[in-house]
C-alpha cells in the first residue's frame, strides 16, 4: 500500500503560511485595535469573523496570530530537534557510561513535571514574548525524541554497513556523517514535524492557561484564552473559528509527518 | 529467589530511591527559581500592606531566609518523618489537600487510563483485521483528525454543546455542590472531562495497536498457523495479538503518569477539583510545599512506570532472549 | 486412486507494475503414498504451487485457470470456510525456515499441541498431551515433557523443524507439502530429517510433495521427480528416469 502524496494538506498548510506572512492584505482591520463599540459581535459582514470581547475583529486576528503560533511552532521545533538529535546520536555513538548517564539525565528530565519545568524555565527568562516562549517550549520538548533518536543510531551502529565501514578504516565521524546520517533522515523529519505539530498545541494550551503569551499577543491561543468568558456569552465564534485553524494546522501537519514517515510495510498480509 | 534476583532487586530499589532523590533535588531548586513571592499564595493581596519587617518576620517564620541547601536539608528531614508542611494557599497540611484532590483524579484518570486501553485494542483489532478496507480507513481518517484536536479546545467545544446550548450536563466540579457525591451526580459531572481525556488520546494509542498487528500479521508463523485450518480472525486474535501483547503492556506502563499527570488542562477547563488543578495552582503562585509534594507524586510515579515498563520487556517478551536495546544497557558501541 | 491432481494451473500475481504470472498451465499427479519430488530454480514458482493449491496465496495473487481435485473431487471453486476444513486436515505444509515459521510468543508444545486440539477435538487434556509427547518422539525430539515448555529461540534449527514436522503430522495429513523444508539446515540435519520423512510415509502412508532446488535430496527421497523452470511444469517421471539421464535443471 503505497502512500499519496497529502497534497491537500500541503496546499493548505502552505496557503495558512503564506497568508498569515503576508497578512496585511488579507486583515480588513488592524487586529490590535479594540474597537470599543462592537465587542462580542457575532460574524457579519463588516467583522467576517465576529469580534472578541475587546472588540478586536477575529478574522484580521487569525492571520496575525496565526503568524505567530506558526513562528513559535517552528522555532520550538528547531531547537527541540537539534537537542534530540545531538543527545541522541551522542548518547548512541559514545560508550556505554556516557550513554547511560545521558540517557538517565533525560529520563529524570522526563520525570520533572512539565508545567514546572515550563514555569522555571520562563522564570528564568523573565519576560513572556514569542522568542523566550519558543526557546522554553524547545528545551522543555526534545526528551522524547532523543532517546527514539538514542535507539536507532544503535541499531544502526550494529548493522553489517557500518560495521564494513569500520572495518574499511572509517574513523568515527566519517561513519557519523556518510552512514548513519543518511539513515537517521527519514525518520528525524518525521519527528521534525511532529514537533511542530506538539509545539504549536503546546503554545495555544499554555497560552490558554495564561501561562504562555500574553492576552495583548495576538495568537491562536491567547484568542482562546478569552474563550472561557465567551461560553458565558454563547459568544461561539470565540471559541469555535481559532479553534477550527488550529485543529486544520495541526491535521495537515500530521498528514505530511505520516507522509514522510514512509511508505507501509512492503511485504504483504499473510491474513488472506 | 535466588541470589542474582535478590541482588537485582535491591540494585533496582536503591535506582529507584536515588532517582526520587534527584527529582526532590531538581523540583526543590526549579520552583525557586520562578519570579513572585510565596508570600503572595499565603496572605494573598494582604502582603502589599505588610511592612518591610513584617514581610522579613513572616518569610522567617516560612524558613524562606535560610539559604537553599538548608531549606532543602530542612524540608528533607521532615519529609522522612511524613510531615510535607502547609499549603500556602489553603492553609492546611498538604497531605489533606492532596487528599481531597487525589481521589478525583484518580477517578477521571484512572477511568479514563482504563477506557483508553480497553478501547484501543479493539480499535486496533478491527483495524487490522480489515486492513486498508473501507473500514479501516475511515476509522483511521476520524482517528487522525480526533487526535489533532487540542484537548483544552474539545472540552471548550463539549461544555459550549452540552453544557451552554443543551444544558444536559454540568459544567464544572466533581459533584454539586452540597450534593455529597452520589453515583449519578458524580457519573453526570465526569462525563464530560472524561469524554475529553479518552478522545485526546485514544487514537494515538489505537493507532500503536494497529500498526503492530500489522506488522505480526505478516510474520512467516502466520501462515503456518493457517495452514494448521484456523481462521484468519482466529490466527490475529490468537497469536498475532500474543506478539503484540509485550509492547502494548509496556506502552501501557509509561502511558499511565502520562494520562493521569496530563489531565490538569481538562481539569482547568472543567473546573475539576483534582491534582492537576492543585499542580497547576502551586506552579503559578508558588505554593512551595505544596509544589513539592505534588511534583514528587507525579514524578515518582513516571519514574515507577518507566522501570516497569523495562521490566515487562526484558521479562514477558520470549524473543528478547537476547538483550534489547534498553537505554544504557549492554549492546555494542560503536 | 491420485490423491491429489493438477490441471492446467495457472496463477497470476497482479501488483502495481503489471501482472506477474507464476505458474504456467501447471498440471500432475500425485498418488497414494508416493513422494514427488518438486525441483527446479528459485523463483520458478514451487512455492506458488504448493501456496496455491493450499489457496495461501496474497490478496493480489489469483488464480486465473485450472482444476484441482483431490481424490476425484473438485475444490478449486472450494471457498475459504471449505479450505480451512481441508488445511490441517487433509493437508499439512512444513516451512523452509522454522525460526520463522514457528511463532516466537508461544512454547513448542503448545503450538504443536494447537495442531492437535483442532485436528482432534474429541481429545481430553491429558490424551491431547499424551499425543504431543508422542509426535514430539516420533520426530526424534528427546526429553519431550521439557523440550515441550521451550520456546522457539531456545532450539536449534534442527529442533525447530522437527517440531515444525510435529505440527505438519499433528493434522494426520493425506498430503504433506514440504516446501524447501531442509534447505536452512545443514547437512547432517538434512539428511536425517529427510531419513525421518521416509519412515513417516512408511508408517502413516501420507503422500508427500517435496518442494527442493538440491537434486541430491530429491535423488534420494523421491518417487517422481517433477521439474519446473519460469512457473511451467515441463517434465514429470520417475526418478530413475529423471536422474539417469542427467538433466541439467
Known amino acids: 500500500m503505497k502512500k499519496k502524496f497529502p497534497v491537500i494538506s500541503l496546499l493548505t498548510l502552505t496557503a495558512i503560511v503564506i497568508l498569515g506572512l503576508a497578512c496585511s492584505p488579507m486583515m480588513t482591520k488592524d487586529p490590535l485595535y479594540m474597537d470599543l463599540a462592537h465587542c462580542n459581535e457575532a460574524p457579519g459582514k463588516e467583522f467576517l469573523f465576529g469580534t472578541d470581547e475587546m472588540g478586536r475583529d477575529i478574522f484580521s486576528m487569525i492571520w496575525y496570530g496565526g503568524r505567530i503560533s506558526l513562528t513559535v511552532g517552528f522555532l520550538a521545533a528547531l531547537i527541540s530537534t537539534m537537542l534530540a538529535v545531538l543527545v541522541g546520536s551522542v548518547s548512541g555513538c559514545a560508550s556505554a557510561r556516557i550513554d547511560g548517564v545521558l540517557m538517565r539525565l533525560t529520563e529524570l528530565i522526563l520525570s520533572v513535571p512539565g508545567l514546572l519545568l515550563t514555569v522555571s524555565l520562563q522564570a528564568v527568562f523573565g519576560r513572556a514574548d514569542v522568542y523566550s516562549l519558543s526557546v522554553v517550549i524547545g528545551l522543555t520538548g526534545w526528551m522524547g525524541m532523543a532517546k527514539v533518536v538514542r535507539t536507532e543510531v544503535v541499531q544502526l551502529g550494529n548493522t553489517d554497513f557500518v560495521l564494513a565501514a569500520k572495518c574499511l578504516g572509517g574513523r568515527f565521524f566519517h561513519v557519523l556523517f556518510r552512514h548513519l546520517a543518511p539513515n537517521l533522515f527519514p525518520s528525524v523529519l518525521f519527528m521534525a514535524v511532529m514537533h511542530v505539530r506538539n509545539a504549536i498545541v503546546a503554545e495555544a494550551a499554555l497560552s490558554f492557561m495564561g501561562l504562555g503569551l500574553p492576552v495583548e499577543v495576538v495568537s491562536w491561543g491567547s484568542m482562546l484564552s478569552l474563550a472561557e468568558r465567551a461560553l458565558f456569552s454563547h459568544a461561539w465564534w470565540i471559541i469555535v473559528i481559532p479553534g477550527m485553524f488550529l485543529t486544520g494546522t495541526l491535521l495537515c501537519l500530521t498528514n505530511l509527518g505520516e507522509y514522510m514517515r514512509g511508505s507501509a510495510n512492503k511485504r504483504h498480509s499473510n491474513l488472506g | 529467589m535466588t541470589n542474582r534476583h535478590l541482588i537485582k532487586m535491591v540494585n533496582n530499589i536503591g535506582k529507584f530511591l536515588i532517582s526520587v532523590l534527584v527529582l526532590s533535588v531538581l523540583v526543590f531548586t526549579l520552583s525557586r527559581l520562578a519570579p513572585g513571592d510565596p508570600l503572595y499564595a499565603y496572605y494573598g493581596e494582604r502582603v502589599e500592606k505588610m511592612s518591610v519587617e513584617e514581610q522579613d518576620q513572616a518569610r522567617e517564620r516560612l524558613g524562606l531566609q535560610a539559604p537553599l541547601f538548608t531549606q532543602y536539608v530542612r524540608w528533607l528531614q521532615r519529609a522522612v518523618h511524613g510531615d510535607f508542611g502547609i499549603s500556602y494557599q489553603y492553609k492546611t497540611d498538604v497531605k489533606e489537600v492532596i487528599a481531597a484532590g487525589i481521589v478525583n483524579t484518580l477517578l477521571l484518570g484512572g477511568l479514563g487510563f482504563v477506557l483508553i486501553f480497553a478501547l484501543a485494542l479493539f480499535l486496533g483489532l478491527f483495524c487490522a483485521w480489515r486492513e486498508d478496507r473501507l473500514a479501516d480507513r475511515v476509522v483511521c481518517r476520524i482517528g487522525t483528525v480526533t487526535s489533532c484536536i487540542p484537548e483544552f479546545w474539545l472540552s471548550l467545544l463539549l461544555l459550549l454543546i452540552f453544557s451552554v446550548w443543551l444544558d444536559w450536563l454540568p459544567s464544572s466540579g466533581a459533584y454539586a455542590a452540597g450534593g455529597g457525591g452520589s453515583l449519578p451526580d458524580r457519573a453526570a459531572h465526569l462525563v464530560l472531562p472524561l469524554s475529553v481525556v479518552v478522545l485526546g488520546h485514544l487514537w494515538y494509542y489505537a493507532f500503536q495497536v494497529r500498526n503492530r498487528l500489522l506488522e505480526e500479521v505478516r510474520a512467516d508463523y502466520v501462515l503456518l498457523a493457517r495452514m494448521k485450518g484456523l481462521s484468519g480472525r482466529r490466527v490475529l486474535y490468537r497469536h498475532c495479538l500474543r506478539g503484540a501483547l509485550p509492547s502494548y503492556l509496556s506502552m501501557m506502563a509509561i502511558a499511565l503518569p502520562h494520562i493521569l499527570g496530563g489531565t490538569y488542562v481538562v481539569e482547568t477547563v472543567f473546573s475539576y477539583p483534582g491534582i492537576g488543578k492543585l499542580a497547576y495552582e502551586s506552579a503559578r503562585y508558588q505554593d512551595y510545599n505544596l509544589l513539592m509534594v505534588v511534583s514528587l507524586l507525579t514524578g515518582t510515579l513516571v519514574i515507577l512506570c518507566n522501570l516497569t515498563a523495562r521490566l515487562v520487556n526484558e521479562r514477558i517478551d520470549p524473543r528478547m532472549g537476547v538483550r534489547s536495546v534498553s537505554a544504557g544497557g549492554e549492546v555494542r558501541r560503536l | ?249
Do not use: W
Open chain 3, 1 to 249: 486412486m491420485d490423491v491429489l491432481t493438477v490441471k492446467n494451473l495457472s496463477v497470476s500475481f497482479f501488483r502495481t507494475e503489471g501482472e506477474i504470472e507464476a505458474l504456467k498451465n501447471v498440471s500432475f499427479t500425485l498418488r497414494e503414498g508416493e513422494i514427488l519430488a518438486v525441483m527446479g530454480k528459485t523463483g520458478c514458482g514451487k512455492s506458488v504451487l504448493c501456496k496455491s493449491i493450499l489457496k495461501l496465496l496474497p490478496d493480489i495473487a489469483k488464480i486465473k485457470t485450472g482444476h484441482i481435485y483431490i481424490r476425484g473431487e473438485e475444490i478449486t471453486g472450494y471457498s475459504e470456510k471449505q479450505m480451512q476444513g481441508l488445511r490441517g486436515r487433509f493437508f499439512s505444509m512444513v516451512f523452509q525456515n522454522p525460526m520463522t515459521a514457528l511463532n516466537p510468543c508461544m512454547s513448542v508444545g503448545e503450538q504443536i499441541g494447537e495442531m492437535v486440539r483442532l485436528r482432534r477435538p474429541e481429545f481430553s487434556g491429558r490424551e491431547r498431551k499424551k499425543r504431543v509427547a508422542e509426535l514430539m518422539e516420533l520426530v526424534g525430539l528427546d526429553h519431550a515433557g521439557e523440550r515441550a515448555r521451550q520456546y522457539p529461540f531456545q532450539l536449534s534449527g534442527g529442533m525447530a523443524q522437527r517440531c515444525v514436522i510435529a505440527i505438519a503430522l499433528a493434522a494426520e495429513p493425506a498430503v504433506l507439502f514440504a516446501d524447501e523444508a531442509t534447505t536452512a539446515l545443514d547437512a547432517t540435519v538434512q539428511a536425517q530429517i529427510l531419513e525421518l520423512l521416509l519412515k513417516l510415509r512408511e508408517r502413516t502412508g501420507m503422500s508427500i510433495v517435496l518442494v527442493t532446488h538440491n537434486p541430491g535430496v530429491a535423488a534420494r527421497t523421491a518417487d517422481r521427480v517433477a521439474l519446473m523452470r519460469d512457473g511451467e511444469l515441463y517434465r514429470i517421471g520417475d526418478v530413475e528416469e529423471i536422474f539417469d539421464e542427467s538433466t541439467p535443471n
